[in-house]
T-cell receptor
Framework: GEQVEQLPSSLIVQEGASVLINCSYT??????FPWYKQEPGKRLQFIID?????ERKQNQRLTLLFDKKTKHLSLHITATQPGDSAIYFC????????????FGSGTRLL | GGIITQTPKFLIGQEGQKLTLKCQQN?????MYWYRQDSGKGLRLIYY???????QKGDLSEGYDASREKKSSFSLTVTSAQKNEMAVFLC???????????FGEGTRLSVL
């Protein structure tokens, strides 16, 4: 099965509202989870990350929650702006040494 | 600041052709990656390299070869291009396993 599952695949949100993007992973040895934003025609941009020894991390309007027991992450974006329209990807370092990085299928935020 | 440069930006090939994509980084990063992104879909890992001269297969390595002859460069070869294949190939690099990989702008492949 998928190593990283991401939902929903797309979201339509009103400006100013909040959104929640969910990810789950299968490798219980994963310790590092970077998230990215991809705007049309631009390179993937790193936006926030979390390590498995943390439960929560905030970067301005982004809050990332991590539940090691359920192997689940949630990215919360508050006060959304037009510039937030993009595809968001979660990822996880997996395998021995954590060198291998695999991605979820993405969430398109409109 | 550093940069990851992918060449070419656009690549048009013929069915059955062998095609090579190149990636250079000047961050002095140890680990480098090649991903494939199909339209509207996520990134699938083709190959990665932990250090110079190392190669590790990803989940999508069949049909591809890779080469890491120098720390700063990582090339990917499509061994036999498939008709009507269209995808973007993304290169990334990172310094350590506690840092996020940084990405290049991609090479967009079309096969006629």
């Amino acid at each position: 099965g998928e190593q990283v599952e991401q939902l929903p695949s797309s979201l339509i949100v009103q400006e100013g509202a909040s959104v929640l993007i969910n990810c789950s992973y299968t490798d219980s040895a994963s310790v590092y989870f970077p998230w990215y934003k991809q705007e049309p025609g631009k390179r993937l941009q790193f936006i926030i990350d979390i390590r498995s020894n943390m439960e929560r991390k905030q970067n301005q309007r982004l809050t990332l929650l991590f539940d090691k027991k359920t192997k689940h992450l949630s990215l919360h974006i508050t006060a959304t702006q037009p510039g937030d329209s993009a595809i968001y990807f979660c990822s996880a370092s997996i395998g021995t040494g954590g060198y291998k990085v695999v991605f979820g299928s993405g969430t398109r935020l409109l | 600041g550093g940069i990851i440069t992918q060449t070419p930006k656009f690549l048009i090939g013929q069915e059955g052709q062998k095609l090579t994509l190149k990636c250079q980084q000047n961050f002095n990063h140890d680990t480098m990656y090649w991903y494939r992104q199909d339209s509207g879909k996520g990134l699938r890992l083709i190959y990665y390299s932990i250090t110079e001269n190392d190669l590790q297969k990803g989940d999508l390595s069949e049909g591809y070869d890779a080469s890491r002859e120098k720390k700063s460069s990582f090339s990917l070869t499509v061994t036999s291009a498939q008709k009507n294949e269209m995808a973007v190939f993304l290169c990334a690099s990172r310094d350590s396993n506690n840092q996020a990989p940084l990405f290049g702008e991609g090479t967009r492949l079309s096969v006629l």
